[in-house]
């Protein structure tokens, strides 16, 4: 079920992100669920998001970690909130990113998150990105709180 | 000239990156050149580039901090060999980007870098990234040196 998706439930403001909007169609179209107490997020790297012949470009990498903390930061912070009609919004204040390995291109990689800081106006997210079973990049985001109409309506100016 | 650009300077191999390579035509082809002490390049994004409508993507910042803080390694470390027909290759050991406000879809980005540690194993660089006169984005990228022909063969296995 798309339900399933964290990223398939957001208003539609939200969904042409280039790391994770489903209409995005030059994107990549990220897609993170819950299992148990972490996010995950199965995505398939294209040959051109290459940084060489036969591996990942980190620049992807990257923004694989970005999208899919940003994303379990705003499902956390939905979570906690319940049912609630609250509108509210994360986005990455800083990101880092280690690479630890060449990561292969022509495999799907695995995004493992977990929420390390709950705050009403910041979240620290950690993302490891796996190769099969094998850790090839970990980063940590950290989201804060912005104001929706504010943010949304940036782009209008 | 072309020969003005640090990345028309690499080989073939290297010419394919989704962030910088002249040889993807998917990718964002970022193109470098030194000013002084500074290396600097100016990149216009498009539209799908986006993370909210007006907005662009902090994946795609951190994937030109990225790219741009390797080439400038990279050519910086080829000033000091000078001439010499050493073979060497530094990649993203690690990066970190703080997004200090929403930067613009619709206006060309600038890159400014210099090389803040420079070491045989270890090169560091520093970049910011602007929106007309407005920082928007600040970065560090660590590179470490790798060894060349292993590491453009991993890709072939």
Chains 1, 2 share one sequence.
């Not at 379990?72 to 609630?84: C, M």
Request: charged residues 20%; aromatic residues 8%.
């Amino acid at each position: 079920m798309s339900d399933e998706y964290i990223q398939d439930q957001w208003p539609e403001e939200g969904t042409f992100c280039w790391g994770c909007g489903k209409n995005n169609e030059h994107g990549l179209q990220l897609k993170s669920y819950w299992e148990g107490d972490e996010a995950v997020a199965v995505w398939k790297p294209k040959d051109h998001h290459m940084a060489f012949p036969g591996i990942l470009n980190g620049g992807i990498i990257a923004t694989l970690i970005d999208c899919h903390g940003t994303g379990s930061a705003n499902a956390a912070a939905h979570k906690v909130a319940g049912d609630s009609d609250q509108h509210f919004m994360y986005v990455t204040g800083s990101i880092s990113v280690k690479y630890l390995r060449p990561t292969p291109l022509n495999h799907p990689v695995t995004l493992r998150a977990r929420i390390i800081e709950m705050g009403e106006d910041k979240i620290k997210v950690s993302c490891d990105l796996y190769s099969g079973d094998v850790m090839c990049a970990t980063g940590e985001v950290l989201t804060v709180r912005v104001d929706l109409g504010i943010f949304l309506n940036i782009g209008k100016k």
